[in-house]
């Protein structure tokens, strides 16, 4: 009995296709990542928007504290909450405000020594904490010196 | 125990409470309508309290000390309703 090999031919496995990212699946995750990053970034400056930031709301209530500052002082007290509020919203608001800073100061400095727990005190403590919102030195730049220290003893 | 500095000028708006203390919740009256008060705190930051039922209310941090200034308002422009309110230390 003669034998003979026998030659199995079988077909090579094939290898698994390459599972990568298609260019369709690329697309919509870059999309989707881009959307998301921009609410989240809105989101963050909702809810952390600095003294420094203003936004169109905020320049309404800058426009409106101009307005009182440039008017007679009567109505600048009257109305010193509002004009103390756009005042605190930091730098760039505070070298818009700067003249009616002055005269709120003036004014405060010119009434009779305050006791304690007078408008004169307290609104001696408040204008230096609007204007020292994020510079503990802004009161020196914008009132001079002399008249931020005035304004120090007083708000005591 | 805290006071209002201010009271706002308007006969509606905000209306916040006599006194509260370091670490206090301040509950503020909102008849203005608006959603929100914005708070500007010294040494802390600018943020919003939404308003529930006519009442905004916050409690304040540990970190915010006896004579700071709290600025309030509502944003209701036009006229918007402002106050400023003192935090005095706790006896």
Same mark, same amino acid.
């Given at each position: 009995?003669?034998?003979?090999?026998?030659? *199995?031919?079988?077909?090579?496995?094939?290898?698994?296709?390459?599972?990568?990212?298609?260019?369709?699946?690329?697309?919509?995750? !870059?999309?989707?990542?881009?959307?998301? %990053?921009?609410?989240?970034?809105?989101?963050?400056?909702?809810?952390?928007?600095?003294?420094?930031?203003?936004?169109?709301?905020?320049? $309404?209530?800058? /426009?409106?504290?101009?307005?009182?500052?440039? %008017?007679?002082?009567?109505?600048?007290? /009257?109305?010193?909450?509002?004009?103390?509020? &756009?005042? &605190?919203?930091?730098?760039?608001?505070?070298?818009? *405000?700067?003249?009616?800073?002055?005269?709120?100061?003036?004014?405060?400095?010119?009434?009779?020594?305050?006791?304690?727990?007078?408008?004169?005190?307290? %609104?001696?403590? $408040?204008?230096?904490?609007?204007?020292?919102?994020?510079?503990?030195?802004?009161?020196?730049?914008?009132?001079? !010196?002399?008249? &931020?220290?005035?304004?120090?003893?007083?708000?005591? | 125990?805290?006071?209002?500095?201010?009271?706002?000028?308007?006969?509606?708006?905000?209306? @916040? @409470?006599?006194?509260?203390?370091?670490?206090?919740?301040?509950?503020?009256?909102?008849?203005?309508?608006?959603?929100?008060?914005?708070?500007?705190?010294? #040494?802390? #930051?600018?943020?919003?309290?939404?308003?529930?039922?006519?009442?905004?209310?916050?409690?304040? @941090?540990?970190?915010?000390?006896?004579?700071?200034?709290?600025?309030?308002?509502?944003?209701?422009?036009?006229? @918007?309703?402002?106050?400023?309110?003192?935090?005095?230390?706790?006896?």
């Amino acid at each position: 009995m003669k034998l003979e090999p026998v030659y *199995l031919l079988a077909p090579e496995p094939e290898a698994p296709r390459p599972r990568g990212i298609s260019r369709r699946v690329l697309f919509l995750a !870059t999309a989707a990542a881009c959307g998301l %990053g921009s609410l989240a970034t809105l989101g963050v400056q909702r809810v952390t928007k600095g003294p420094g930031s203003l936004d169109d709301s905020d320049e $309404a209530f800058i /426009r409106l504290a101009e307005r009182l500052q440039d %008017g007679p002082i009567d109505g600048l007290m /009257r109305e010193r909450e509002r004009f103390l509020f &756009a005042l &605190a919203f930091g730098a760039k608001a505070r070298a818009r *405000l700067a003249h009616g800073s002055r005269a709120l100061a003036s004014h405060l400095l010119a009434a009779s020594p305050s006791s304690p727990g007078s408008w004169q005190q307290d %609104g001696a403590r $408040a204008l230096l904490q609007a204007l020292c919102i994020d510079d503990p030195n802004a009161a020196i730049t914008i009132l001079g !010196t002399e008249v &931020a220290g005035a304004l120090r003893l007083r708000a005591r | 125990m805290s006071r209002v500095v201010h009271s706002t000028q308007d006969p509606v708006g905000i209306r @916040p @409470p006599a006194s509260v203390r370091e670490g206090g919740n301040l509950q503020i009256g909102v008849t203005s309508g608006a959603s929100e008060l914005e708070f500007i705190i010294p #040494g802390l #930051g600018r943020f919003k309290v939404p308003v529930s039922n006519g009442i905004a209310e916050y409690r304040l @941090p540990p970190t915010v000390h006896g004579g700071t200034m709290i600025f309030i308002s509502d944003r209701v422009m036009p006229f @918007p309703s402002t106050a400023i309110v003192q935090v005095v230390s706790n006896p």
